[in-house]
């Protein structure tokens, strides 16, 4: 009898410890699930938050963007569209002649060097006739004064030195105003940038004291609105006249190194016109 009741006790601890040891499994296998699920919770919702920020990112550039633009505008009404009008019309027409100017003085750069290697080769062989093909179909102000000399000693009545020296002076003055021109009008819209903002200002505080003698008040409240169209309108003049006195700097440089060249070339012209056997010496 007790070894019955042992046998049968030995028996329910097992299937007791075999059942304990199924739960514990079943409780780990459930605790691993749980944490997995919690993991793809929060990397889900770390994605949802990434692409959110993606997403919102180009809608606050685009918003920076768009306020960038509504400022600029709101300040160009503020400062009293008429007279900001001026000043804009002053910054596109004087980028105009800078641009024209611009291109301008870069077709007329050349490789001096080259050309007048080339231009005494063949003076010196006594082709001037090519010498002066050459010239036409060279652009610049250089090949145009070389041009109007070798004209002169391919001639027979101002084949003279005194003749060919007077053509170079002559011809070099005309492309001198040439280079210079138009500069003229940049300089105008320069100086009249700033004297439209400095108008807006007047007016923008003539307004200030009409308001004030309105309103029998000096408060910063009724002031605020002339003064604000004094200074916009003088800032955009100020830094449209900047602007175009960068371009007018550029320009002037240009023109400066051109003529610099000019006046070389006149001189190696001229000498090479005195050796070539059809000068009159």
């Not at 809608?59 to 000043?87: C, N, Q």
């Not at 200074?231 to 240009?254: D, H, K, P, R």
Request: aromatic share 6%.
């Amino acid at each position: 009898m007790k070894k019955l009741f042992a046998i049968v006790a030995l028996v329910a601890a097992c299937s007791f410890a075999a059942t304990s040891n199924v739960m514990a499994q079943e409780e780990a296998e459930e605790a691993a699930t749980e944490q997995v699920d919690t993991a793809a919770v929060d990397t889900a919702a770390v994605d949802t938050t990434a692409e959110a920020a993606v997403e919102e990112a180009p809608a606050v550039i685009e918003e920076e963007t768009e306020s960038l633009h509504k400022v600029l505008k709101t300040k160009f009404i503020e400062g009293d569209a008429g007279f900001m009008s001026l000043v804009a019309l002053a910054l596109v027409l004087g980028l105009a002649f800078c641009i024209e100017r611009v291109i301008y003085l870069t077709l007329a750069q050349v490789n001096t060097r080259k050309f007048m290697g080339e231009l005494a080769e063949l003076v010196a062989k006594d082709k001037v006739e090519e010498a002066i093909d050459l010239c036409k179909n060279t652009r610049g102000p250089v090949a145009q004064v070389s041009r109007k000399a070798l004209v002169c000693l391919n001639s027979k009545e101002q084949n003279d030195i005194a003749s060919i020296e007077r053509a170079i002076n002559t011809e070099a003055e005309i492309q001198g105003s040439y280079l210079e021109q138009h500069c003229s009008w940049i300089t105008f819209f320069i100086a009249s940038a700033p004297s439209l903002g400095f108008l807006g200002t007047v007016i923008g505080m003539v307004m200030a004291f009409d308001t004030i003698e309105k309103a029998g008040d000096i408060s910063p409240t009724v002031v605020a609105g002339g003064m604000k169209v004094a200074l916009i309108t003088t800032i955009f003049g100020i830094v449209v006249a900047l602007i175009l006195q960068l371009f007018y700097n550029f320009i002037l440089g240009s023109i400066e190194g051109l003529t610099a060249n000019m006046e070389e070339s006149a001189q190696e012209l001229l000498t090479m016109c005195i050796k070539s056997p059809k000068c009159q010496k």
